[in-house]
């Protein structure tokens, strides 16, 4: 049972949905937009989070848009992750949208609350890192179109107010080479010990990884390391290590030696696939 009220909104737009968060705002409700709301719902019960208002944007069109055209695939904010990995649209995004949780929990996680949640794994954003993605963003300065790598840094940084809507992925990098993987410290579901998404584009490695530090993290320095012929395997995942963008994180899932071991014999998997695609 969530221990304190709260008002319920469900609009149909972008513009209504928008508009009323600018008024609960204005009267410090503190509102949240809602979609999924497995995170809302259990923070809210344990009183982590607190909110006056909710804003469910599951009935907004845009926001439930999952199409593969011409050029790109869009996914909606409020697509679950169940649905992707159904589609097979994306082969990368659909292994990495099967790690967070059980197949139940996946059918009310959405793309929309991995990306904006507190939780730190935010497993499904390392293929999009890697991918050219783009967000869609809406608030009350309009819409803007976005690259994902602009606007995550540690986490999503929107503006109050503002709703992601979409996510839009070039198909031309829907079928590269790719290996993904998530390393738990124990048992089937749960967090992290380390989770990394890797692919091959024009001859280079791009990686992304997850739980070795306490944000997901895509390191362009890192991945020139990795590309770096002139150097042997071995040193450029020995090498590797210089480039993290923060100190290896201590939690519950390992200490920071026993993740530096994991994440260098996951690098090691990792060159082992995709090394004879490295130009």
Known sequence: M???????????SIEEAVNIYEELALKNKHPLYYSGGTEILTLARTKVIETGAVIDIKDIPQ???????????????AVTLSQIAEAKYFPLLKKVT???????????????GNLCGTIIYKEVVLPLLISDSKILISGKKG???????????????????????QISIPRENMER???????RNQGVW???????????K?????????????????????????????????????????????????????????????FLNVLQETLDLLEGEIK
């Open 143 to 165: 819409n803007r179109l976005v690259e994902i790598n602009q606007i995550f840094d540690r986490k999503l940084n929107l503006e109050a107010g503002e709703l992601l809507v």
């Open 63 to 77: 926001c439930k848009v999952f199409e593969l055209r011409k050029k790109e695939i869009i996914i909606g904010a």
């Open 2 to 12: 969530i221990p304190f009220d709260f008002d319920y909104y469900k609009p149909d």
């Open 177 to 183: 080479p790719f290996y993904a993987v998530k390393v």
């Open 202 to 262: 024009h001859g280079l490695l791009r990686v992304a990884v997850g739980g070795l530090c306490a944000f997901p993290f895509r390191s362009r320095k890192l991945e020139e390391t990795l590309n770096n012929k002139k150097m042997t395997v071995e040193q450029r995942i020995s090498e590797a290590l210089k480039f993290l963008p923060a100190p290896i994180s201590e939690d519950i899932q390992g200490s920071a030696g026993y993740k530096s071991f994991v």
């Open 98 to 112: 099967l790690f967070p949780a059980d197949h139940s929990t996946r059918d009310k996680l959405t793309i929309g």
């Open 190 to 200: 749960g967090y992290p010990l380390i989770s990394l998404a890797a692919v091959i």
